[in-house]
């Protein structure tokens, strides 16, 4: 019997401690992860990347985190400061069958503005820097191509290419922030470029 309310004082507990705790993320939306797979995109704020990818069809989920530095497990908080390395990415959670990787780059690319080097709109520090982070070979030489029709076009492109590393979600406050809040994107906006 003492087993018994140990074990539900303590199931309790947990879901007091995970359910109101300011720093916890989101969990992940209920999706068939069978048929997904993940890209990660840095193209300044999380928040108007996130928005804007949330809309595309075939994009089961996006959430904002943290990609690209040295220090494990990283607060917003630290990697403002710019100590970790790390740069504000999101995870773009798609169906493969219903939208393409080449798709989403080019979403990526109409989305922010690619030619700013040192941040994105008003935010200018390095986490705010515009980085496709490649799960593969293929995915790093369709990026590549993109790139080189933007050049082509004229577009002096400041996106670096990484391979991809540890993802951290960022806290809960941060994710799905437009949504929530209502608000809109200061520094993201959709403009065709590509035919």
């Given at each position: 019997?003492?087993?018994?309310?140990?074990t539900?004082?303590?199931?309790?507990l947990a879901f007091i401690?995970t359910?109101f705790s300011?720093?916890?993320?989101?969990?992940?939306?209920?999706?068939d992860?069978s048929n997904?797979?993940?890209?990660?995109f840095a193209g300044g704020?999380?928040?108007?990347?996130?928005?804007l990818?949330e809309?595309?069809?075939?994009?089961?989920?996006v959430?904002?985190?943290?990609?690209?530095?040295h220090?494990?497990?990283p607060?917003?908080?630290?990697?403002?400061k710019?100590?970790?390395g790390?740069?504000?990415t999101?995870?773009?959670?798609?169906?493969?069958?219903?939208?393409?990787?080449?798709s989403?780059a080019?979403l990526?690319?109409?989305?922010?503005d690619?030619?700013?080097k040192n941040?994105q709109?008003?935010?200018i520090?390095?986490?705010?820097?515009?980085?496709?982070?490649?799960?593969?070979?293929?995915?790093?030489?369709?990026?590549e191509?993109?790139?080189?029709?933007?050049?082509?076009k004229?577009?002096?492109?400041?996106?670096?290419?990484?391979?991809?590393?540890?993802?951290?979600?960022?806290?809960?406050?941060?994710?799905?922030?437009y949504?929530?809040?209502?608000?809109?994107?200061?520094?993201?906006?959709?403009?065709?470029?590509?035919?």
């Amino acid at each position: 019997m003492n087993k018994y309310i140990l074990t539900i004082a303590l199931g309790v507990l947990a879901f007091i401690t995970t359910s109101f705790s300011k720093d916890t993320v989101v969990p992940t939306k209920n999706i068939d992860y069978s048929n997904t797979k993940k890209a990660h995109f840095a193209g300044g704020c999380f928040w108007g990347v996130e928005h804007l990818f949330e809309k595309q069809k075939g994009v089961k989920d996006v959430v904002s985190g943290f990609m690209g530095g040295h220090v494990q497990n990283p607060s917003y908080r630290a990697v403002i400061k710019g100590d970790t390395g790390h740069v504000e990415t999101v995870e773009v959670v798609y169906d493969s069958s219903e939208i393409s990787y080449e798709s989403l780059a080019k979403l990526f690319f109409e989305i922010h503005d690619s030619t700013q080097k040192n941040g994105q709109g008003p935010d200018i520090e390095s986490q705010y820097l515009s980085v496709v982070f490649y799960e593969n070979e293929e995915e790093k030489r369709t990026s590549e191509k993109l790139i080189e029709i933007l050049k082509a076009k004229g577009y002096a492109v400041a996106t670096t290419l990484k391979p991809s590393s540890p993802f951290y979600a960022a806290e809960k406050f941060h994710q799905d922030y437009y949504e929530r809040t209502g608000k809109t994107p200061y520094c993201h906006v959709y403009k065709k470029i590509f035919d």
